[in-house]
């Protein structure tokens, strides 16, 4: 097998840095690297061969192109498979850039791990070397769109909603009105991320805490409500009967924001009604007498980049209102006690789908 470019630049990077952080161990008196070695079915990227005082050790590095928890953890028993018949040998996963998730994997098989962005953990004989915090240089910019794009949120929604459902992949994308190869691209995401799991009876997402809180920190941090078209209007009637007259449109609308979250949580105050909407427009401001303001607007109306923020949508106290998950959102977009409401809606409405 012979390594891609990828690897072989993340190999001399790896090595070299490596060899400057062991520099660091005033009893280190000698090195040497030898690069890819076999052993049975097991192959690795090379051999860091050192002497320590009088002791000769050996780490044995599997470089990966990338460090997803999946990766980790398949990395993670090549190098315990590989080092298992010499006492001297001391497994070290190296990445470009390795998360705290990837970290933890390796911790539990006991395997060292380094990264090129600086974030490491070696740990044999009376070497220690720790370092954390650095950040991720090459953001994976590339999967955060595929996830994150239209299409996929579908997908994600779905699973979300669904609780601890199993689903089979044509289900699933019929579900989520997008192509099978749409949801199958999600799927091998959500994988790398150890966030789905699959077997015979279908797919799904992994706990509350494993799977489900990450999938969401993470994407709220990368939900972007610009992609909407949102419009503001002042209304001269109450809060209460413009959402009442609101709910009775003939167009396709459901709450969001905190008209959503009053829906949910009673106990939320709000000054501005906001709204998905779909549909004439034009006929309803005019029937209901709402004024188009450049700023300082009581009613936000939003026209959505895609449909799939609909999904999930249910009607409480006659009023349409989206789902917990694009609630929450949404939540985490809003200023003035947006993030106090969404972990409100986490903990009422989402949480209990997982429990």
């Not at 001399?12 to 005033?26: I, K």
């Amino acid at each position: 097998m012979s390594p891609t470019l990828k690897e072989e630049g993340i190999e001399l990077a790896a090595a070299g840095q490596l060899m400057a952080a062991l520099r660091e161990v005033p009893a280190l008196q000698r090195a040497a690297i030898r690069r890819r070695s076999a052993h049975g079915d097991s192959r690795v990227a090379f051999i860091l061969a050192i002497g320590i005082g009088a002791k000769d050790r050996r780490l044995v590095c599997q470089a990966k192109p990338d460090g997803q928890p999946r990766t980790a953890r398949e990395a993670c028993l090549e190098l315990v498979d590989y080092t298992r018949s010499d006492k001297r040998d001391y497994p070290v996963f190296i990445a470009p850039y390795i998360s705290p998730a990837a970290a933890a994997i390796c911790d539990r098989y006991r395997v060292g791990y380094f990264d090129l962005a600086g974030n490491c953990r070696l740990a044999f004989d009376r070497v220690y070397i720790r370092r954390e915090g650095f950040r991720n240089p090459a953001v994976r910019k590339r999967d955060l769109r595929s996830l994150y794009s239209p299409k996929a949120e579908r997908v994600l929604r779905v699973l979300l909603a669904s609780g601890k459902r199993n689903w089979r992949m044509q289900e699933l994308a019929g579900e989520a009105g997008v192509s099978l190869g749409q949801a199958a691209n999600v799927k091998k995401l959500l994988l790398d991320r150890e966030w789905l799991e699959a077997d015979n009876k279908g797919l799904r997402l992994r706990s509350l805490k494993d799977a489900v809180l990450p999938l969401l920190t993470e994407w709220a941090g990368n939900y972007r409500m610009e992609r909407n078209s949102a419009s503001e209007y002042y209304s001269l009637k109450p809060i209460p009967q413009t959402e009442a007259e609101l709910a009775k449109a003939k167009v396709r609308l459901a709450f969001t924001g905190f008209s959503g979250a009053v829906r949910f949580a009673p106990a939320v105050r709000y000054q501005r009604v906001t709204a998905y909407l779909l549909g004439n427009r034009a006929a309803l401001l005019e029937r209901m007498g709402l004024k188009p303001v450049p700023s300082g607007g009581n009613v936000t109306l939003i026209e959505p980049y895609d449909e799939g923020v609909f999904y999930g949508t249910r009607t409480i106290e006659g009023a349409p209102v989206v789902s917990a998950v694009q609630l929450y959102l949404d939540l985490m977009q809003t200023k003035g006690r947006g993030e106090e409401a969404a972990s409100a809606i986490l903990e009422e409405a989402i949480k209990p789908l997982w429990r």
